[in-house]
């Protein structure tokens, strides 16, 4: 049977020819001498109304059950819909008790629906949020596919913390029989091991030979910021290219597969249906806005940190009592409020923010040049993108690649030289300049969806504090 998305959108069938669908009963309607049912099997927004002229046939549905239905397609006299099934055979497949359905008809809290994740696929919103997190991944695809770039699939399982930010997971196997006697079963065969949070430093050192590649994948984190923009396992777009010394060229790139991402988007049903949700960003409203960054003029905004924190410290100073909780300082990390009024007041767009100070970045970004400031006032070429509503969306940068610098830098960041020995092979053997970016996907998702959270934006959301299904 096809989908009821092939159905809707594929040339009529002739008349009278019977179709069969599956899915599932989202909603029905009786009446003395008809019944309407809608049904859904999550391959589109729409649902399938289901005309039942023989009421008997409908009598045994109820929400949430699942169905094969039999019966002729045509178009539909009511308002909503523009095609229907008129039906003549009817056979639960699966039957659903309506008085305990957990998933009542009434408005579930978004709390209620992350306690009962399992279930909450079947909600409108988050049925239209997985297949636009598909239909983003295609788009990606696309974009590095025309641009040059080979999609490499990284591991998962690793000895290095690539942020340096100590929130790694550790692995070890539940029991240690399966090794040796004298196995650490705190470790994974007798080494300590992460689940990535990264996969930057691998995608280094396949750039190292394919040029241009990328991935997207899952990364872990231990975070303690419980936020709206923070899982404990979420997806990461990482790209890294070899042969570029430009931290403008690395902007480009961001800049580019995003607006094509947006411009995809712009006219998917899917982004509508989540628009209507959030009022008031209407979904006139919500198109024109990303259409506006789609199609403003190139590039987007890009200022130094140096000059952020200069317009930062201005704003905050001429704001009685100040406009900040955190007083904007060079060499302290911006925080999201700063990120924040960046992108929604000051530049009300997406911006870059380049060149951050070397002591508050991970030890792999490359030392620009010294501007005369001394050691204290260094900076690094890379960037954070930060978006209206959201805050950091991206970071980036070069990558030092000057064998001698990268061992100071391990050195000045704590990091032991012998553990990234194979890490500065990269630079002995062959090392070209290079750089690259990661993209939070679920921080895309919501950001052009409007969903509040990136929780609600993955099926199975992991963070602390909820058990795991
Ligand atoms: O800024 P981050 O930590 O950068 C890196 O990991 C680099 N190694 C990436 C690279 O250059 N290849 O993370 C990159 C992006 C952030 O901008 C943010 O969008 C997202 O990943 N991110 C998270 N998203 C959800 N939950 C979290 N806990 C996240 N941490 C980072
Ligand atoms: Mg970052």
């Given amino acids: 049977a096809p989908t009821i998305r092939q159905l809707l959108l594929s040339p009529p069938p002739p008349p009278a020819a019977c179709v069969a669908v599956n899915g599932w009963v989202k909603s029905i309607r009786r009446q003395k001498k008809v019944a309407f049912a809608v049904i859904s099997d999550g391959s589109s927004d729409a649902g399938l109304q289901a005309v039942f002229t023989d009421i008997n046939l409908a009598k045994n549905l109820t929400n949430g059950a699942s169905v094969r239905l039999q019966g ?15 039906v003549s055979e009817v056979e639960v497949l699966g039957e659903c008790d309506p008085e305990r359905y957990p998933m009542q008809k009434q408005a579930l809290t978004v709390e209620y629906l992350r306690d009962h994740c399992h279930l909450r696929a ?11 997190r598909d239909s983003t991944t295609r788009a990606i695809h696309g974009y590095f596919e025309d641009n040059g770039f080979i999609h490499v699939h990284t591991p998962i399982i690793t000895s290095n913390d690539c942020e340096g930010a100590g929130e790694t997971f550790r692995i070890a196997p539940s029991s240690s029989d399966a090794s040796t006697s004298d196995a650490k079963p705190s470790e994974y065969f007798n080494h300590p091991a ?3 949070v990264s996969s930057q430093l691998h995608l280094e050192a396949v750039a190292s030979a394919i040029s241009r590649v990328y991935t997207l994948s899952p990364c872990f984190r231990a975070e303690r910021s419980q936020t709206s923009r923070h899982l404990a396992e979420f997806w990461m777009l990482e790209a890294e290219w070899a042969f570029t010394s430009s931290l403008t060229e690395l902007c480009d790139v961001v800049e580019h597969a ?6 995809t988007h712009a006219a998917s049903p899917d982004m509508d249906a989540l628009w209507k949700q959030h009022p008031p960003a209407t979904s006139e409203a919500k198109r024109a806005e990303l259409q506006s960054y789609a199609d403003a003029p190139q590039p987007w ?3 130094t940190y140096t000059d952020a924190v200069d317009v930062l410290a201005a ?4 704001t009685p009592g100040g406009a900040f909780v955190f007083p904007p300082a060079w060499g302290s990390s911006l925080q999201s409020e700063h990120e924040r009024w960046l992108a929604d007041t000051y530049v009300r767009g997406p911006v870059f923010v380049t060149d951050y100070p070397a002591v ?3 030890f792999y970004m490359r030392l620009n040049d010294s501007d005369g400031g ?3 006032r260094q900076t690094v070429a890379c960037f954070d993108l930060l978006v209206p509503g959201m805050g950091e969306l991206v970071g980036g940068s070069l990558r030092e690649e000057r064998t001698g610098l990268l061992e100071a830098a391990l050195e000045r960041h704590g990091l032991d030289k012998a553990d990234y020995a194979w890490y500065l092979d990269l630079r002995r053997y062959g090392g070209a300049p290079h750089g690259g970016f990661g993209l939070g996907f679920e921080r895309l998702i919501s950001w052009m969806s409007g969903i509040e959270s990136v929780r609600e934006c993955i099926a199975m959301p992991r963070w602390a504090g909820r058990m795991l299904l």
């Fill in 72 to 86: 002729t397609l045509a178009d539909s006299p009511g308002a909503g819909q523009e095609k229907e099934l008129k």
């Fill in 194 to 196: 992460y689940l990535t």
């Fill in 301 to 303: 905004t890009r200022l």
């Fill in 315 to 318: 704003h905050h100073a001429q």
């Fill in 122 to 132: 079947r909600t409108r919103e988050i049925g239209a949020m997985l297949r636009l």
């Fill in 258 to 263: 995003i607006r094509h991402v947006l411009r």
């Fill in 360 to 362: 508050l970045k991970p």
């Fill in 374 to 376: 001394g050691k204290e």
